[in-house]
């Protein structure tokens, strides 16, 4: 009977001594990552996190200046496919960055 007990104690010691080897060598290898992140990090410049607001404004707001981007390059690729000039195709551009602002606050009265 305690033949059969020192053999089970000797087979969980082992199996303890298995599972901690494996831990140990699990932790060093997270050790080890951890390590090679922090320096590549180091090197790195680091990101400044832009939060956007979130409510239905902001997001009404988000849709209304893109859709006059998408307006702004619309009419920019028609410029350049209808006129022939680079004078007129600069000309062009100048007079839809004059009259962008004067189209938002037209359309889209934001003081209200």
């Known amino acids: 009977m305690s033949k059969e007990r020192a053999r089970r104690r000797a087979e969980r010691e082992a199996e303890r001594a298995r599972d901690a080897a494996s831990r140990a060598e699990r932790q060093a290898r997270q050790a080890r990552r951890r390590e090679r992140r922090d320096r590549v990090l180091a ?24 859709l006059f981007v998408v307006l702004f390059l619309i009419v920019q690729v028609i410029a350049w496919l209808l006129l022939s000039s680079w004078a007129a195709r600069f000309g062009v551009f100048v007079l839809s960055l004059l009259i962008v602002p004067v189209l938002v606050t037209l359309v889209f009265d934001r003081r209200s």
């Open 43 to 66: 090197v790195l410049p680091r990101r400044v996190r832009v939060v956007r607001q979130g409510g239905l404004l902001a997001r009404r707001h988000r849709t209304q200046n893109s």
